[in-house]
Structures are given as structure tokens and as C-alpha cells.
């Protein structure tokens, strides 16, 4: 059973903090992903990592950066958090795409409020 | 460009009527397309993918193709079929998956 799991479900920061957020796979998976969830607009991504060290920005990296020193440990972070962060953020893990794409597996969430 | 557009923010049907949740995709490769799912205070998962064409829950869906669409049907709504749901496109060799803006469905008593 795939677990991905998230450090927060509820984080509450004031503008202009630094914000830490971790997400952790016990799948060995390659793949992994921030996105951010908002009403209306779905599921966007921000950004992902295809292995250790590696990352690539997705549809939405503006006011944000990753880290990825072990392969099952993907942090995204706020370097200074701002209220239009405000929403909640979905990781997810996967196997490396092949001739078929991979279930990507998705973490609880962390609802962020920036105030 | 790889866009994937879901039309209704939210669908409201009485429980036993049919589901159609609409999704079309614009893509100039050969398309890999999922729907998942997201029940009340649960992750969001899988719930079908093109390929298998298999039925979960009850649900189907059919890639056209001719119309670039991938529509999940439902012939009789159930109320635990309330949940927001997803339609996805794989891109970039199956790394990477372009979602919709999701559905609301909501199943009434």
C-alpha cells in the first residue's frame, strides 16, 4: 500500500515567512510532485522531480522552490510566504513514465493560510 | 498546447439518474487520459485511466478521438458518488499530468 505522507495538514504563516513543507513515499518512486489545489482552477503544478537532486519547474514555480536530497523526500518551500499562497498543497509520487504512464499517488494535503 | 477542459464546475443529479461528467483535452501527441477522484476528507486517487477500459464503481469512460473528449458516464447516481472529480492528461512520456479545473458532483436523495 503506497503511503505518501505530508509533514501538516494545517500550517497558519504570516506574510513574508519561510515556509518548509515536506512530503515523504515509501514506494521508492522516481517521480514526485507539488501542486497546489483552488477552487475553479484544479490542480496545478508547481513543481517536479524526476530523481535526487533533480527538478523541474512546472506550470506555476513563481515564489517557490524545491528540494529533493533523498529519493523520498521532496520539500517545497516559500521563501517568503505571501497572502496569494494561501490554498492547499498536494504532493504526489509515481514511477518513472514508460510506454504507460504511472498512478501518481497523492499525500493528505497541507491546507497553508498566509496571513 | 496540452490543456485539459472540464466545462461544469459543479453537476447536481437525483440518486439513480444518469452521470455524464464532461472532459476534453487538447493534445498533439497520441493521448493517455485519467479521471481521479476526491471523496469528502480523503486523498484524491485514481479512479479509471483509457487504457484499461475497465469499469470502476460503476463508471465508464470512453476515449473519442474524433471529438478530443473522454467523458465519465454513470447510468444510475448513487449518493456516495458525491465527490470532486478530475479528468488528467498524461504528457512527457507519463511523467507529468495535466489536470482539469475538476467537477463537483453531487448526488441528491
Known amino acids: 500500500d503506497v503511503k505518501v505522507t505530508q509533514s501538516s495538514r494545517y500550517l497558519v504563516k504570516r506574510t513574508g515567512e519561510k515556509v518548509f513543507l515536506e512530503c515523504v513515499q515509501d514506494?521508492?518512486?522516481?517521480?514526485m510532485f507539488w501542486y497546489r489545489q483552488d477552487p475553479g482552477l484544479g490542480l496545478r503544478l508547481i513543481y517536479f522531480?524526476?530523481?535526487?537532486?533533480?527538478?523541474e519547474k512546472g506550470d506555476i514555480p513563481e515564489g517557490y522552490s524545491v528540494s529533493r536530497e533523498k529519493k523520498e523526500r521532496f520539500s517545497l518551500i516559500l521563501e517568503s510566504a505571501s497572502t496569494n499562497q494561501t490554498s492547499m498543497y498536494l504532493c504526489?509520487?509515481?514511477?518513472?513514465?514508460?510506454?504507460?504512464?504511472?498512478?501518481?499517488?497523492f499525500g493528505p494535503g497541507t491546507r497553508l493560510t498566509v496571513l | 498546447a496540452q490543456r485539459v477542459t472540464q466545462p461544469e464546475k459543479l453537476l447536481s443529479v437525483f440518486k439513480g439518474a444518469p452521470v455524464e461528467l464532461k472532459c476534453n483535452y487538447s493534445?498533439?501527441?497520441?493521448?493517455?487520459l485519467f479521471w481521479y477522484v476526491q471523496y469528502s476528507r480523503q486523498r484524491l486517487q485514481l479512479l479509471l485511466r483509457?487504457?484499461s477500459r475497465e469499469s470502476i464503481k460503476g463508471f465508464t469512460a470512453d476515449l473519442n478521438k474524433g471529438e478530443t473528449s473522454f467523458h465519465l458516464k454513470k447510468p444510475f447516481a448513487q449518493e456516495e458518488d458525491s465527490a470532486m472529480y478530475y479528468c488528467?492528461?498524461?504528457?512527457?512520456?507519463?511523467?507529468?499530468?495535466?489536470f482539469g479545473a475538476g467537477t463537483i458532483l453531487r448526488v441528491k436523495s
Open positions: 504526489a509520487s509515481g514511477l518513472a513514465g514508460g510506454p504507460r504512464t504511472d498512478t501518481q499517488y
Open positions: 514506494m521508492d518512486h522516481e517521480n
Open positions: 522531480s524526476y530523481d535526487v537532486k533533480m527538478k
Open positions: 493534445y498533439s501527441g497520441s493521448p493517455e
Open positions: 483509457h487504457i
Open positions: 488528467a492528461l498524461s504528457v512527457l512520456n507519463g511523467n507529468k499530468l495535466v
